[in-house]
């Protein structure tokens, strides 16, 4: 069974596309114009061996704060998504 998804999200203030496996090996390529932010989620794909590919625009001229909540929003529907009802998750 794939652990696969693909969200695409996009509102007034962003444009957010990831696409996740939770099944991978750690690889990333992430780029959302926050650099904490883009490090954070290297750092979170790196250690859970999750792959995570996404592309974030927003308009971070204004706040950094839209794009990184969308970004949020997305990445927890890809694993939703991916999860497949959390079949092989554990709670720690």
Avoid: P, W
Avoid at 62 to 67: E, F, R
């Amino acid at each position: 069974m794939k652990r696969k998804a693909k969200i695409s999200r996009k509102t007034k203030e962003t444009n957010i596309n990831v696409d996740l496996n939770i099944d991978g090996k750690g690889k990333y390529k992430i780029e959302t114009g926050i650099g904490f932010l883009n490090h954070m989620l290297e750092q979170l794909s790196k250690h859970s061996s999750m792959d995570i590919n996404l592309k974030a625009k927003g308009d971070t001229h204004i706040d950094l704060h839209h794009t990184t909540e969308d970004t949020g929003i997305a990445i927890g529907e890809c694993l939703k998504k991916a999860s497949k009802k959390f079949v092989g998750i554990k709670r720690y």
